[in-house]
C-alpha cells in the first residue's frame, strides 16, 4: 500500500525565512508521480508541481524549489524568501502510474506553514 | 490547465435533509472523476471512484446509500448526501481526469449541517 508522510504538522516562520517542508512516501511500485498542492484559507487544491519517479532532477520554480532523493523515498520542497501569501496547508501526494485502473492519488495529512510578518 | 466546477460552494442544510453536489468538467471529458472528505486541520479523505457510465467504488468505510454518486456523463458527477447530520458537516473536493492524464481539482463544497 502506498503511503504518504509528511512528520511538520506546523511550522511558524518569518517572513523573509527560507521553509522546507518534507515529505517521505512509502511504495511497491518502480513507476509512480508525486505532486505537492497548496491549499490556501479558501480551501481550493492549488497544483504546484509533478514529477515522475524516473526524473530525479531537482527542479526550481522562482522561489520554489524541489528535492527528490529516490534513495530515501524522500521528495521535500523548500520556499526560499518566504512571503505571508504563502501561508497555507501544503500537501504532498503519491500516485502509482501502471497499479490500477484508478490511479489513486495518496496524500499526506499536511503541513500548516504560517508566515508571519 | 483543465476547469473543474462546484456548485454549490456552500450550503446549509437541517438535519434529516438531503443535499446535492454538483462537479463539472468544463473543458474535457473527464472519464474518472473522485469525491474526497475533508474535516477541519485534516488530510483529504478519498471518499469514492466513479468511471462514467459505471456504479461508483467507495472506499472502505464510506456508506455507499448515504453517499449516493452518479455519473452519469463525461462532465457531471454529483454527490447526495441522503438523510444528512451534523456530523456529515465537511469539505468536499471533487476531482476530475481524462483516462489516466492529469487529474483536476474543483474549488471544494462546505456542507454544514444544522
Known amino acids: 500500500a502506498q503511503k504518504v508522510t509528511q512528520a511538520q504538522t506546523e511550522i511558524s516562520v518569518v517572513e523573509k525565512e527560507d521553509v522546507t517542508l518534507d515529505c517521505v512516501y512509502e511504495?511497491?511500485?518502480?513507476?509512480?508521480?508525486l505532486f505537492w498542492y497548496k491549499q490556501p484559507p479558501s480551501g481550493e487544491l492549488v497544483f504546484l508541481i509533478r514529477?515522475?519517479?524516473?526524473?530525479?532532477q531537482n527542479e526550481i520554480s522562482g522561489r520554489y524549489s524541489w528535492n527528490f532523493q529516490k534513495s530515501t523515498s524522500s521528495f521535500n520542497f523548500t520556499i526560499t524568501a518566504s512571503q505571508v501569501v504563502d501561508s497555507a496547508v501544503y500537501f504532498c501526494?503519491?500516485?502509482?502510474?501502471?497499479?490500477?485502473?484508478?490511479?489513486?492519488?495518496?496524500f499526506g495529512k499536511g503541513t500548516l506553514l504560517t508566515v508571519n510578518p | 490547465g483543465a476547469v473543474v466546477s462546484q456548485h454549490p460552494s456552500w450550503v446549509i442544510c437541517k438535519s434529516g435533509t438531503s443535499v446535492k453536489i454538483e462537479c463539472r468538467s468544463l473543458?474535457?471529458?473527464?472519464?474518472?472523476m473522485f469525491w474526497y472528505r475533508q474535516f477541519p486541520k485534516q488530510s483529504l479523505m478519498l471518499m469514492a471512484t466513479?468511471?462514467?457510465?459505471?456504479?461508483?467504488?467507495?472506499e472502505q468505510g464510506v456508506e455507499k446509500d448515504k453517499f449516493l454518486i452518479n455519473h452519469a456523463s463525461l462532465t457531471l458527477s454529483t454527490l447526495t448526501v441522503t438523510s444528512a447530520h451534523p456530523e456529515d458537516s465537511s469539505f468536499y473536493i471533487c476531482?476530475?481526469?481524462?483516462?489516466?492524464?492529469?487529474?483536476?481539482f474543483g474549488p471544494g463544497t462546505r456542507l454544514t449541517v444544522t
Open positions: 501526494a503519491l500516485r502509482e502510474i501502471f497499479g490500477g485502473s484508478n490511479y489513486k492519488l495518496t
Open positions: 466513479s468511471n462514467e457510465g459505471s456504479k461508483a467504488t467507495y
Open positions: 473543458d474535457f471529458q473527464a472519464t474518472t
Open positions: 511504495t511497491r511500485d518502480t513507476t509512480y508521480y
Open positions: 514529477r515522475n519517479s524516473f526524473d530525479e
Open positions: 476531482s476530475a481526469r481524462f483516462l489516466e492524464y492529469e487529474q483536476y
